[in-house]
């Protein structure tokens, strides 16, 4: 397929498939699921950081008049689970490590009786020592919070490529300098929530707002010590999800444990001061130390980082998001030699986990000021050093990533024009500055197993209305409307004739889930793969009817015909009714797959992750109000480079929220603790972006066709969050002349910059090795 090529459904502003439901209050979230003779599920939780359960007694509980079920870690096989690391429980066993980590819940007749019993289960606690800092928590002699681990280092990662201590020799500018991020809830208007319920037989069925069911089905299976077949999971309506409902945490399983001793069907929904406690899990904490050597035309000569992760009480996706933390923007420009030590450690806090970028936002956080930085010292335009340095098509990076579509460089122009860059420099004005960053994601990722594909089956009814069945699921991002416009493409067929199911475990193929930006790049392939194969039948039986070549045929708007002779035609309708009502008939049926090419990295990282690679570059112009530390964000500009864009409609959205909720990361949100206590856990408190916090936003989709990926797309979805923050902080560097290295930039912090800075000397001019 050419990149050329005109499509008649791909590329169409059409509306959401599922949009109808949503707006006449047709779709089911879990909150709506109300089962026969069902009850509420409540959590006890714990109130300490770090304490020994001395004793559970919950025999009250058990005798109040409506109470169905109480479960503890006893109802358990007390096993440990997690999606690299099996260290958590379903309830505790033995000791908690967090605040709001579950240790026993209730099935009632209804949420006030539930709620009471809570309050009837009588623990004896004997507090342990906590440690709430990662690097505090390293030191010998810190409190130990799982045995075993000594300095409560969950995972090390240390990789060097190349030569970097002659790197950072031959390098005529060195820049270096130490950021810290911020961890982030993911705050989506539905709160984790599950219905579950066991059969006599002991299968349960589970339906859930997840994001990835296979994988949930996985995990809760070896949680609850049966087979992945004995669980059966149904995705609800989903109320956003930005990595938060990827079933890193315990609501689907003690909802599962209570079903199957109440014998009721159960649901539990978390209410939001249960998500900030302990729901979704929030973007990793980091600090990171990042350096990195110029030669004095601004070519990257060296990086090296020392990265400390907060990993929380357990591992989840940590483990992952601190790699792609330490390796994944070396496909962002253009070097060889690198050095990457990272730490993730153990604190009794909430876990953490993936959050929309992953790891990428808290490392641009970092990468992306000392390329600001060391375009000042330079002389050069930040935006001109961004694009000497850009990766190009064909690029393999330090770490093995091959680059097959690139139009990071298109990206930098159109945000050099859109923001009018030049122009704007050229006239500055007091107080006003601009700041930019790039960045780069990926379209899937080979996390687990060697694996990172996916699959779909497409059958055509009598009526001729194809039905797409997949388990990859929708999330609120749109991946429907994609898959239904891909199959649509292919088949030749008015996208309101193909319509996608409901993703369940039992009843669609094995599919991953939305994470890794991945579902409209490998799970569109499959689909693409399925509909080539039904289209394939189509043309079989139409060469019959018609009495012609199949290489003369051609399909569209529901029709296959004759090329050059369009009135000799046959519908989909009467192919399919064909097809089946014949002797020795079948109905037009057929499965697809893909897997990427990309593969398993070592023991180091090593080697391509990702099938497709999607860049991007932001900008944006800040006003700085040196009275009261109020950084005004006055025009923001985002550029993305996703290949064809699938559904404009929806690109648009995923490009345009990703970067409110890159602001948010910015300026506003921040949860404050208190001895691993959240203080803050509420809306109230915890503010994140509405309308009157966006800036004039301007976007654009480079030109861009990517050969691997259905009809030339790669994913978007998470690309527009990860470079914000560094942008923002950038800006207000050129406003204001501060660089706030601490998240979220506060107008506190601001202000307390802007006060050291007057009350120092002037600082002189950096000078490079060269100049002596």
């Known amino acids: ?230 669980v059966r999971i149904i995705q609800s309506a989903v109320g956003g999800g930005f990595g938060g409902k990827s079933c890193d945490d315990n609501n689907a399983i003690v909802c599962a444990l209570l079903a199957r001793k109440s014998c009721k069907p159960v649901n539990i929904i978390n209410t939001r001061e249960e998500e900030f406690l302990a729901g979704s899990r929030p973007r990793v904490n980091m600090n990171i130390w990042a350096k990195m050597g110029f030669k004095k035309d601004g070519r990257i000569r060296a990086k090296q980082l020392r990265i400390i992760a907060d990993n929380g009480a357990y591992s989840g996706k940590a483990p992952a998001i601190a790699g792609v933390a330490a390796l994944r923007h070396d496909t962002c420009y253009k070097y060889s030699d690198v050095k990457t030590q990272a730490y993730l450690v153990y604190t009794n806090k909430i876990p953490t986990g993936a959050f929309r970028g992953f790891g990428n936002p808290s490392a641009e956080w970092a990468v992306e000021q000392i390329m600001d930085k060391a375009a000042h010292n330079l002389g050069i335009d930040p935006l001109d050093l961004a694009r000497m340095n850009a990766a190009d098509p064909g690029y393999v990076s330090p770490h093995g990533n091959r680059v097959t579509s690139c139009e990071l460089r298109q990206c930098i122009d159109l945000v050099e024009k859109m923001m009018d860059w030049k122009g704007k420099r050229a006239q500055k004005k007091p107080n006003r500055g601009l700041g930019l960053a790039c960045t780069v994601h990926v379209s899937g990722k080979r996390h687990f197993g060697d694996y990172d594909g996916g699959s779909a089956t497409i059958k055509v009814n009598e009526d001729g209305k194809a039905l797409i069945l997949s388990g990859e699921g929708e999330v609120g991002q749109g991946a429907a409307t994609a898959m239904c416009q891909i199959a649509a493409e292919e088949l030749g067929l008015p996208l309101e004739d193909v319509e996608i199911s409901r993703a369940d475990t039992d009843m669609t193929t094995f599919c991953l889930g939305a994470f890794g930006s991945r579902v409209t790049y490998v799970g569109g392939n499959a689909v693409k793969d399925a509909a080539s194969k039904v289209k394939q039948q189509l043309l079989d039986t139409a060469a019959e009817m018609l009495e012609a070549r199949q290489e003369d045929l051609a399909a569209a708007n529901g029709k296959i015909f ?202 002189r001019k950096v000078k490079l090795k060269a100049d002596g």
């Not at 201590?165 to 961890?183: G, H, M, Q």
């Open 562 to 763: 004759v090329r050059g002779s369009e009135t000799r035609s046959v519908t989909v309708a009467q192919l399919a009714r064909a097809r089946l009502f014949r002797r020795g008939g079948a109905p037009i049926v057929a499965s697809g797959s893909f897997d990427a090419d990309s593969v398993l990295q070592d023991a180091t990282r090593y080697g391509n992750e990702s099938g497709a690679y999607n860049f991007g570059c932001q900008a944006a112009e800040v006003e700085v109000d040196p009275e009261t530390g109020q950084v005004k964000v006055l025009k923001y500009v985002a550029a993305s480079d996703c290949g064809t864009v699938i559904n404009p409609i929806g690109a648009e959205g995923q490009a345009e929220g990703s970067v409110a909720q890159g602001l948010g990361y910015a300026l506003i949100e921040g949860l404050k603790m208190e001895d691993g206590r959240p203080v803050n856990p509420n809306f109230s408190d915890y503010r994140i972006p509405s309308m009157r916090d966006m800036p004039p936003l301007e976007h654009a989709f480079a030109d861009s066709y990517e050969p691997t990926g259905p009809f030339g797309a790669k994913g978007l979805g998470e690309l527009g969050m990860d470079p914000t923050a560094a942008v923002i902080s950038n800006a207000i560097f050129d406003a204001a002349g501060i660089r706030i290295k601490t998240l979220p930039i506060t107008p506190e912090k601001v202000l307390k910059a802007l006060k050291a800075v007057s009350n120092q000397e002037p600082t």
């Open 1 to 230: 397929m050419a990149k050329t090529e005109t499509f008649s459904v791909v590329g169409q502003r059409v509306n959401r498939v599922e949009g109808y439901d949503k707006v006449t209050g047709g779709a089911k979230y879990v909150a709506d699921i109300v089962l026969p003779g069902m009850l509420v599920g409540r959590i006890l939780r714990s109130p300490y950081p770090h304490a020994k359960i001395v004793k559970i007694d919950t025999r009250k509980a058990e005798k109040l008049r409506g109470v169905k079920a109480v479960v503890t870690a006893e109802d358990t096989i007390k096993q440990g689970w997690g999606a690299f690391f099996p260290d958590q429980y379903p309830l505790s066993v033995g000791k908690v490590r967090y605040v709001g980590e579950e240790v026993a819940a209730v099935a009632a007749i209804d949420q006030d009786i539930a709620e009471e019993a809570l309050g009837m289960i009588d623990i004896e606690w004997e507090e342990l020592p906590a440690v709430f800092d990662p690097e505090q928590a390293m030191k010998e002699g810190a409190p130990l919070i799982h045995e075993g681990k000594e300095r409560n280092i969950a995972m090390t990662l240390d990789v060097e490529r190349g030569n970097i201590e002659r790197a950072f020799a031959e390098s005529e500018l060195i820049v270096e300098d130490t950021f810290e991020s911020t961890p982030q809830w993911h705050c989506a208007i539905e709160t984790i929530g599950s219905v579950a319920e066991c059969s006599p037989s002991g299968k349960y069925t589970i339906y859930m707002n997840t994001q990835t069911l296979f994988m949930a089905r996985y995990r809760i299976a070896a949680a609850l010590g049966v087979r992945e077949t004995d």
